[in-house]
């Protein structure tokens, strides 16, 4: 079954034809940022894995597909609104503020690409940010999310967090959990799912006999909707009233996004094992970049020179953050023990002691 053919909100079908009347805030300089930003998305990923490829990244999940998802939710949310991300969400991360470095820096083995500060606009000093770092563990960022949204309810400042996952962790019972305490408890909070129809090597198929994912909401009494997610406009459309809604108090939204893993699961997997080609080419055709490229072309608002242009900009914007990357202080070694715990077994001092030593040794027999 083609799930672009299901029911779901959509406003750019897939040929770049508007299908319903878009928002009032989508207009041409808005839909252009959005373009772009999913293009230096994609080209940002395309260096991500040739620098994995080449040894100079550690196992990475690409975006590829998934472009539309994260600048939308992005751009959807207020500066001290809380994100918390899972593992495949760099674009989102990027458009509140965190530097792609520090994308890099994570995936290279750095825990210090977890640290972030955000720079501000107007030059000013920067700032630590509220967001949450990258849950590689399956649907547990859900509870802490949960945990967050309680914060955020308790102060009263009318913020909200939003907990992104993949399809393949609404069958967790974290996630389940999380959605019923988020109801039960009426918190400000937002659930949004990348239901990319692969959950690793499970089809989509085998993860849930219902029709939606969005229909485990109504188990947990909240709103569920779902979104064509391949559509940047439906998809900021949807997470803006989910936002709305849960600042004003009004509960949480689970939002299923229908899109499609267009990459491995990671450069660790080999998709070409599970799924056919045509399953894979028939999914390039509803892929996100190009059906607003087609609308703004459409709209005369976008043309190979501008492409071109914006191409360029993008290579060079990635160039330099990997420069900074390569370039970075490594990381002490003996922060593997600093970090681990908030108090380290005394025990474990002999032990961080010699690290420091053979470190030492090293840096001395290099200058030696």
């Not at 878009?22 to 293009?39: E, G, N, Q, S």
């Not at 559509?231 to 849960?246: F, G, I, N, S």
């Not at 998709?271 to 609308?295: C, F, G, H, T, V």
Request: aromatic share 8%; net charge negative.
């Amino acid at each position: 079954m083609n799930v672009q053919t299901l029911p779901m909100l959509r406003f750019i079908d897939h040929n770049g034809v508007s299908v319903n009347q878009l928002p009032a805030w989508a207009d041409i300089p808005t839909l252009i940022t959005f373009y772009k930003d999913m293009v230096l998305t994609r080209t940002y990923d395309h260096k991500a894995v040739a620098l994995q490829r080449t040894g100079k990244l550690g196992t990475y999940p690409s975006h590829l597909g998934a472009e539309a998802f994260g600048i939308a939710i992005g751009h959807a949310m207020h500066p001290r609104d809380v994100f918390v991300p899972y593992y495949r969400d760099m674009p989102a991360m990027w458009v509140r503020g965190i530097e792609m470095e520090k994308n890099l820096q994570y995936w290279g083995g750095d825990e210090r690409g977890s640290d972030f500060h955000i720079k501000p606009t107007d030059g000013g000093q920067a700032e630590h940010c509220r967001d949450l770092p990258f849950c590689v563990p399956i649907a547990t960022q859900c509870t802490h999310a949960v945990g967050v949204a309680a914060a955020l309810k308790i102060e009263g400042h009318h913020h909200a967090a939003l907990v992104t996952c993949g399809d393949g962790a609404t069958s967790k019972g974290d996630f389940l959990e999380s959605i019923n305490c988020a109801g039960a408890w009426n918190l400000p909070l937002v659930f949004a799912v990348n239901n990319n129809q692969w959950a690793i090597s499970v089809p989509r198929a085998l993860q849930c006999a219902a029709d939606f994912l969005s229909e485990k909401a109504q188990g947990a009494g909240i709103k569920g909707v779902t979104v064509d997610g391949n559509d940047v406009v439906a998809m900021h459309d949807c997470v803006l009233a989910a936002l709305d809604r849960a600042r004003k108090g009004k509960g949480p939204t689970l939002i299923e996004a229908i899109s499609y893993r267009l990459s491995d699961h990671t450069t660790a997997d080999d998709a070409s094992r599970y799924r056919s080609d045509d399953e894979l080419n028939q999914a390039w055709q509803y892929e996100p970049i190009q059906r607003l490229k087609l609308y703004l072309q459409a709209q005369n608002a976008w043309d190979d020179a501008a492409e071109q242009a914006w191409l360029g900009e993008c290579k060079q914007r990635v160039e330099r953050a990997v420069e900074r990357y390569m370039n970075l202080t490594p990381q002490a070694p003996e922060s593997a023990f600093d970090y681990l715990y908030e108090r380290a077994p005394a025990e474990l001092n002999p032990q961080r002691d010699q690290l420091i030593h053979k470190a030492m040794r090293m840096q001395g027999g290099k200058h030696g």
